[in-house]
């Protein structure tokens, strides 16, 4: 069964103070991995979309990238308007054209 | 293009009521999604479309939940006899991977109490 889990759940930052979110996954063939943002009361907003290991993409303070098991989204120096929960979903073989989203990481960045 | 819209953005209701959520996908888009997102469970596929015909509704919870699509351009989730535990924010997202890309655009969602 496809599987996506993000980690942690919840994430304080300081302002400048970087760091990482870990999407881990388990699909029967990766067609693409996905980034979200979603603010508060909104819905998910796209990111990036990496497709084979080793891609890289970048974003503003953001960069992700891709490995065979898991996805990390990197966050340089961040700023309070950078706070969203960050849903990471994947593309898979069996899925169809559906996506299957993990529970999010909520960053949370105080100036 | 004013992005994917649905309506109403807020709805309570009393349990055992109808509750019907509305959904404009981009013009242009092919594929329509209904997505649940609950703190406990997160966002969860619930049906989706590809030219208005239903493709996979396995994520339907129960009877008491359909989903249409009469035409490209509009489609309604209803809910009968809604209970507490679909209280939830409804999303309708959108997309046309033709294009080659998988993005799917959200709508800003239903936020659902049953009371």
């Not at chain 1, 508060?40 to 098991?69: D, H, I, Q, W």
């Not at chain 1, 990390?72 to 706070?83: G, M, V, Y």
């Not at chain 2, 535990?85 to 997309?95: E, H, L, P, Q, T």
Request: hydrophobic content about 30%; proline content about 6%; charged content about 20%.
């Amino acid at each position: 069964e496809d599987q996506v889990t993000q980690s942690p759940e919840a994430l304080r930052l300081q302002e400048g103070e970087s760091s990482s979110l870990n999407c881990s996954y388990t699909v029967s063939g990766l067609r693409g991995l996905f980034w979200y943002r979603q603010d508060p009361g909104k819905g998910p907003e796209f990111l990036f979309t990496l497709y084979s290991a080793g891609e890289e993409k970048e974003k503003e303070r953001l960069k992700a990238t891709l490995t065979k098991k898991e996805s990390f989204l990197h966050i340089t120096a961040p700023k309070p308007e950078d706070s969203a929960t960050y849903l990471c979903a994947v593309h898979s073989n069996q899925a169809g054209t559906a996506l299957i989203f993990g529970k999010g990481t909520t960053l949370s960045v105080s100036s | 293009d004013a992005g994917v819209i649905q309506s109403p953005r807020h709805e309570v209701t009393e349990m055992g009521q109808e509750v019907t959520l509305r959904c404009k996908p981009i013009s242009g888009h092919d594929y329509l999604f209904w997505y649940r997102q609950t703190m406990m469970r997160g966002l969860e596929l619930l049906i989706y479309f590809n030219n208005n015909v239903p493709i996979d509704d396995s994520g339907m919870p129960e009877d008491r939940f359909s989903a249409k699509m009469p035409n490209a351009s509009f489609s309604t989730l209803k809910i009968q006899p809604s209970e507490p535990r679909d209280s939830a924010v409804y999303f309708c997202a959108s997309n046309t991977p033709a294009s080659g890309v998988n993005e799917q655009f959200f709508g800003p969602g239903t936020r659902l109490t049953v009371l």
